[in-house]
C-alpha cells in the first residue's frame, strides 16, 4: 500500500479548528487509499511562550533541558491530532521522537536524525491506524531528548518520508508553494509548478523561506519527492524532485535578494598560505555565517580578500578582520554596510548560455551598479547597493520572465 | 550519602517565582549534605487547560493519547525547575517517566508503578547533579507514555523514596501540614506532628485532602518517611510514618466528616446466599463507591441491608438497588439524602477502651441524633443528619481535646 507523509507546521495547527481542518487533510489521503503518516510541529505561539518562560529562569539555558522543554509542544500536538482524528472516526496513534526511536547524535538543538525505526511505524500503519510523530525531536543513544534546530519538523518529515519510502511528502504551509521570487517584492513573481532539489538548495539558502534548506538536502540525498502546498486551500502547490530534463530547458527557474548584507575587504594580503584559512576558522568560531568570498591577486605576493555577512554579524566579523590586518599586516581594511545581494538560479544555466550577460544586461539598462560578482554551477549572484536592490529585482524577473510559468516565456 | 526526595505540587511550581522558591528549598538540601531527587507536578493550572484543549477536539479522548498529552505538563516543569538550579549554579538534570523507566502497568490513566531505574538515578546522583523527575507519568512495557492518575506525583515521589532508599521524602503542599481535622470546619484544629501511616490512610479515604490515599500506601509498605509540609514557610509539618508506641497512648488522632453522603435501605431481604454480593457488583461496574454496608437478621429467612454512597452517585445506586429488590422480592427500598459521616481515628483505639463510649455521648450531650454506626479496629464512624454534621464535629473535636496538641491533653 502506498505512503504518503504529510506536515503541518505550527501555523496549519494554531487552534482546535485548525487541528480538525488538519485531520480532514489526513483523512482526504487515507480515503485515497493511502496509508498516511503525519508530522507535526508545535501549535502556533507555543514553543516562543516556552522559550520565553526558559529565559525568565535562566538566560543561558542548559542545552539539554531547552530541548526536553521544547519537545513538550509537539507531543502536545500530536496527541490532540490523534484525538481529533478518533472523533472524526479514523484509528491514530501519536508517537514523540524517541518512541520511533528517531535516533540522532548528541548535539542538542540542532540534532542530525542517524536512524528512524521504520518497521515500528510500519506495524501500526499495518494496522490500519494513521501514525502521527512529533516533529522537530529526536533521542539521543542514552535517551536523552533532543531537538533538530530550524526547519526542523521539515526534516522529520523528509527523513519519515524516506525511511518509510513514501511516494511524497506533503508539507502543509501558509502559501501556495514557490515561487519564482518573493512575491510581496515582485508582485507579478508566480508559483513554479515544480523545482530541482538543486535550484530549491541554492534559493532556501539565499532566504527564500518555504522549505529549510536541511530538509531538501535530506530530500535530495533520499530522492523523497517533497510537495509544498498551502494548508488552507487545495492548489496543488509546487514539486521539489529530481532534475528532469525539462527543467534543463529552462533559464532561470527563480531569483532572490537577501537585503541585509554586508561586506568586509582586506586589501594587501601577503599572500602566505593560511592566512584566509585563520580568519575563515575564527568567523565559525564566532558562529559567523560567509558567504560570497572572493580573493584575487593584485601583485606575485599580494592579495585582495572580500566575503559577505549578515549585517547583523558585522560588528564581529569586522574584529576578526582587525585582528587578521593586525597579524598579517596588511594594507587596509574596509567595510561595506549598505550591501545586498540579488541571485538568479537555474539548473538550465549548466547546459545553455548567456544568463550571465542577460543579468548583467538587465542591471546595467537599470542603472544598478554592480559591486561584485560571484557564480556556481546553476546560479549567478551579484551584490549591488542596498537601496537599489528591490528595482534590480524587478528589472531580473522582467528580463527572465519570471512573471510567467516557464513553458509560456520566449527566453528559454 | 543520605538521599531525600523532595516533592512539589502544582500550585508549588506555578510561576517563575515559584519555581525559584522550590529551586532553594532544594538547594538548603544539597547544602546540608543530602543528595536530592525532586519530583515536580505540571504548573498550576496547566493540566487544566490541556484537558480542556483535549475535550474541545473529542469528548471523549482515548486514553492513550490523553496521557500523551498531560505528560508534556510535569515535563515542562522538570526541566524548567533545572535550568533555575543551574541558574542558582547547581548542577541538575530532568528527567520524565520514561527515560528513568518508571514501568507501569499499561492501563492508561490509572497505571499502577511495577519498577523504577533506580541504578540510573543513582549514577546521576553520584556526579553531583540533582534528578528532577517528572512525577505522575511512567511508561509501559511498549513504551507508551502512563499516568497514575490522581494524587500520582505524590506516589511518584514516595515510590522514588523507597527505591533510591531515601531518609525522607518531603511533600511540599499549600498547608502547614496533616490537621486533627478540618480547621475549616473546626477553627480550632491543631496540626499533628506526626501520624502513623494506617490512620493518615483511614483519614485521606474519609476525605482529608492533604495525601492521597494511594500514595500513603506505598509508603506503608516500602517504610518512607514521608513530611507534608507547607512551600511557603519553613514549619517542620507532619511525619507519616510508622506507628511508633507512643501513638498508641493517644486516643484518637483526628476527626473527619463526609458532607455529601446518602444512604440506601433494603428492607426484609430474603437470606439467598448471593444477593448482597449481586448488588455490590452491580455498584462497582457502574463505579459507584460503597460505604459503610451494614447487614442485620430480622428473622431467620429475611435481612435488613443498608450502605452509603456519595450523594452525586445515588440516583445511579438507586436504580441498582430497585432491581435488586424488584428481582429478589424485598419487602422495601428506602432513601436518605440528607446524611453525612462524622469519624474519629486513632491507633490507640486498639490497645484502649471507651472510645465508642465518649463520641456517642459527646453526639448526646449536643443532641445529635445517631442513624447507624461502623467501626473498624482504628475508626468509628456516624452517620447523622447533614445540617447537624459540623456541630457534631466540633462537640466530638473538644471531647477527645483535638484542639490541643497529643501530649497536652486529658483524655489519653
Known sequence: MAIIVQKFGGTSVADAEKIRRAA????ERKQAGYQVVVVASARGR????????????????????????????????????????????????SFTGAQIRMLTDGVYSKAQIKSIDSEFIRRELDQGRVVIVAGFQGVDERGNVTTLGRGGSDTSAVALAAAVNADECEIFTDVDGVYTTDPRVFKNAVLLEEISYDEMLEMASLGAGVMHI???????????????????????????????????????????????????????????PGTAAKM?????????????IIQTEISPDKANLSFMVKASDLSTAKEVAEQIKTEFNCDN??????????????????????????????LAYAKVNIDSITTSEIRISCAVNREEVERALETVCLAFELDKPARQRSVT
Open 24 to 27: 480532514r487533510r489526513v483523512i
Open 333 to 362: 581594511l574596509f567595510v561595506r554596510d549598505d550591501i545586498a545581494l540579488i541571485s538568479v538560479i537555474g539548473v538550465g544555466m549548466r547546459s545553455q548560455y548567456g544568463v550571465a550577460e542577460k543579468m548583467f544586461g538587465a
Open 46 to 93: 507555543q514553543t516562543d511562550e516556552l522559550v520565553r518562560d526558559a529565559l525568565e529562569l535562566n538566560p543561558t539555558p542548559p542545552k539539554r533541558e531547552m530541548d526536553q522543554l521544547l519537545s513538550t509542544g509537539e507531543q502536545q500536538t500530536v496527541s490532540l491530532l490523534a484525538m481529533a482524528l478518533e472523533a472524526m472516526g479514523h484509528k491514530a496513534i
Open 214 to 272: 536541511r530538509s531538501v538536502a535530506v530530500g535530495k540525498r533520499y530522492g523523497v519527492t517533497i510537495r509544498v502546498r498551502n494548508s488552507s486551500n487545495d492548489n496543488p502547490g509546487t514539486i521539489i524532485t529530481h532534475e528532469v530534463p525539462q527543467m534543463e530547458g529552462v533559464l532561470v527557474s527563480g531569483a532572490t535578494i537577501q537585503k541585509d548584507m554586508a561586506k568586509i575587504g582586506l586589501v594587501g594580503v601577503p599572500n602566505i
Open 280 to 292: 575563515f576558522a575564527r568567523l565559525a568560531q564566532a558562529k559567523v555565517v560567509v558567504d560570497d
